[in-house]
């Protein structure tokens, strides 16, 4: 794939609607009907995202292997590629909500709690999948700005 500002930041953009079109899903929204069918599209959703992330990986260390970058070109790229690898993290780290809901579930019918604790417990476990959401439309904004900036450093340079 041929990479450029506006495929770069395409693809960081449609990523980014994938994940907001989580926060829709029913376990999202209503706490008290978990869904198994979500946790198929979200691993589907990942799994998506991070091979597009993978072909922007490749392209962004053929950049910063080039030898014909300034210095000050191979540092933002360099912060560029940090902020990738992060947002490549963060949706791995996503990924695992399925695993620790399913653990959880079973653990928990175990133990025969109130009904309010199990639905304190997973609340607590989808607010910190919800900030892990912020934390992957942070990320994505910040390779969004470094994208255009980086290009606009290339032009005059």
Known sequence: ???NLNTDIDIY??????????????????ISNINTSDFTTINNIS???LDKLSDLSTHYLKKINEDTLSLISLDKLSKMYDIHNDLISKIHNFNNISKETATNIKELA???LSSEYT?????????RYKLILCQISDC??????????????????
Request: one cysteine or more; charged letters at 15%; glycine letters at 0%.
């Open 110 to 112: 175990l133990l025969n």
């Open 1 to 3: 794939m041929n990479h």
């Open 47 to 49: 799994i998506v995202c």
């Open 140 to 157: 994505i904004k910040k390779l969004n700005i470094f994208s255009i900036i980086f290009s606009k450093y290339q032009e005059k340079y």
């Open 13 to 30: 953009n449609y990523i980014n609607t994938q994940f907001n079109n989580i926060r829709t899903l029913t376990t999202f929204t209503n």
């Open 119 to 127: 639905k304190f417990i997973f609340e607590d476990i989808f607010n």
